[in-house]
């Protein structure tokens, strides 16, 4: 791979790169519907503990990367 082939590879991956993280928060910054919380009497019967938020996340991102 000579120098200018590795210099378009470059430009193209940081403007890839670029583009896909700008994309990506602009559809985070401009919902098309306002978001859904689902609340039911046993949510409010459960308190929060901050402390279980690892917990809960290393099983949920178990559960869903499979």
Known sequence: MNLTN???HLVLSVVL???AYQFYFWCQRNALVEPREFNSFVDEMIPFRPEWVWIYSFLYTR???T
């Open 6 to 8: 590795l210099s378009i």
């Open 17 to 19: 790169f670029v583009g």
């Open 63 to 65: 559960r869903f990367s």
